[in-house]
């Protein structure tokens, strides 16, 4: 506790610099920097750090500053089957970028898709089972868009805690009505959505949850859900960023627990930026949601398509991840996230939720878990293991985690090894940190 209070670059959170004042811009945002500052000289700053080869699972990467580029293995990159560099979709990009140049110019309600818009749209709603497709430039901005493009001030938003900021965001701005459940807790929920439809029989009712959350690699009973809504007249947005593609049989993920005409429920938002090996997002749902959307969705309408490149890169990701190869592919990934949550535990670290391609691995630092997470995350670099530290505000304080993003690409003594250096890169920053707290 000590060694948080005295040292900066050991305590604190983004959070502290959330409330600015003053009438200059040095008054407003320089503390700020010197916290940043103070992390850097330590050596504890992790974010923005820079890839120096692709995003392999060995890659090369560096801290923001300094930038001496660390060979190491990779588990810092979100790229669950390994596509990132693969011939077929460099040969997809290269041939659009001939065909049709590098840029959209265009936003979708104008001028900015192309035929391989179209044909992305087709494939992915065929894939699901659903009725239509819109494409976005990002993740963020769908499950944004669609949040604010369906929700009205009228309307109440039921949202699991743990949901993503785009989601949060989203509600935020759509309506005053958003009560938050605790996490995947259904009795919480149904408790709620009973209070709301007794309270207000004629007013819409949103509950906005994810297939699976990716600080604590979790799902939520999805068929709950679906059969809560049915009951209470609710509708559910699902966003499927981290499964889609990477888990299940068909590769759809938890959708697959569910009936075709379950499926044709829901507003499902995703992300390619996780297993289809480039930015952009979709929503699968009604044609006259889909309809209403492309009109009424501002990050869709007031922003340029995603780049005919980007569209080519996943059309070909598609035809990839839903073909027998895709279906090999998840069953490596899901070897390689087993064994390495086996290898964890073995090292003696905790390891949390349900096997996926998000291992979170925990620091345990108890009073100072924070300080001790930013001197493994240190460690980690120097030793040759990348894996992105979550620390509070996005996780709750003294809950401080790497999330290990597994790929399918992984070794299985990569795998070993990592364990290995994650638990020694720990020790060392136990050491360390007595000597930081011995001094103070
Ligand atoms: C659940 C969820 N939704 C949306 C996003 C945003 O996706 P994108 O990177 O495509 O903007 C993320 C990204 O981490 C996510 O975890």
New binding site residues.
């Given amino acids: 506790m000590k060694a948080n209070k005295t040292n900066p670059a050991l305590s604190g959170s983004l959070l502290n610099f959330v409330k600015v004042s003053g009438k200059t811009l040095s008054e407003r945002y320089s503390p700020f920097n010197d916290w940043v500052q103070a992390r850097r000289d330590l050596g504890v700053w992790h974010y923005s750090r820079v890839l120096f080869s692709p995003a392999l699972h060995q890659t090369c990467i560096a801290n923001e500053f300094g930038l001496k580029p660390t060979e190491g293995i990779n588990f810092a990159s979100?790229d669950y089957l390994g596509l990132t560099y693969r011939q077929e979709l460099r040969d997809a990009a290269h041939a659009v970028i001939d065909q049709y140049g590098v840029h959209s110019a265009g936003s979708p309600a104008l001028c900015g898709r192309t035929e391989h818009l179209l044909t992305l749209e087709n494939k992915l709603t065929r894939l699901v089972g659903h009725e239509d497709c819109i494409i976005y430039a990002?993740?963020?901005?769908?499950?944004f868009g669609v949040i604010t493009g369906l929700v009205r001030d009228t309307d109440t938003i039921m949202i699991d805690a743990l949901?993503?900021n785009?989601?949060h965001e989203g509600a935020k701005h759509a309506t005053s009505n958003v009560q938050k459940f605790t996490h995947n807790d259904m009795d919480q929920l149904a408790d709620k959505l009973r209070n709301e439809r007794v309270q207000y029989a004629e007013r819409g009712i949103f509950i906005v949850v994810?297939s699976l959350y990716?600080m604590d690699s979790d799902s939520p009973d999805l068929k709950t859900i679906v059969a809560l809504a049915q009951r209470y007249e609710a509708i559910v947005i699902l966003?499927v960023?981290?499964d889609f593609g990477a888990i299940g049989k068909q590769g759809l993920g938890l959708l697959e627990q569910l009936s075709p005409e379950e499926r044709k429920s829901l507003v499902v938002?995703g992300?390619?930026?996780?297993t289809f090996a480039a930015?952009?997002?979709f929503v699968l749902c009604s044609n006259e949601v889909r309809n209403y959307l492309r009109f009424h969705s501002a990050s869709n309408i007031f922003s340029n398509a995603i780049s005919p490149m980007q569209t080519a890169v996943v059309n070909q990701a598609c035809d990839l991840v839903f073909s027998a190869e895709g279906q090999v592919l998840r069953g490596k990934l899901l070897t390689n996230i087993k064994s390495l949550r086996d290898a964890m535990t073995i090292n003696g670290l905790l390891v949390s939720g349900e096997p996926s391609p998000i291992v979170p691995v925990f620091t345990q630092g108890k009073t100072e878990d924070e300080a001790l997470a930013r001197l493994t995350s240190k460690n980690m670099l120097l030793n040759g293991l990348h894996a992105n530290l979550v620390e509070f505000p996005a996780v709750p304080r003294g809950k401080a985690r790497f999330r290990f993003q597994v790929m399918a690409t992984h070794e299985a003594e990569e795998l070993k090894q990592a364990a290995e250096i994650m638990a020694a890169s720990r020790e060392a920053a136990m050491a360390n940190l007595q000597t930081y707290l011995g001094k103070c």
Wanted: glycine content about 16%; proline content about 0%; aromatic content about 8%.
């Fill in positions: 979100q990002t993740g963020w901005m769908a499950g949901s993503h785009c989601l994810e990716s966003d960023a981290h938002i992300s390619f930026s996780k930015n952009g997002g």
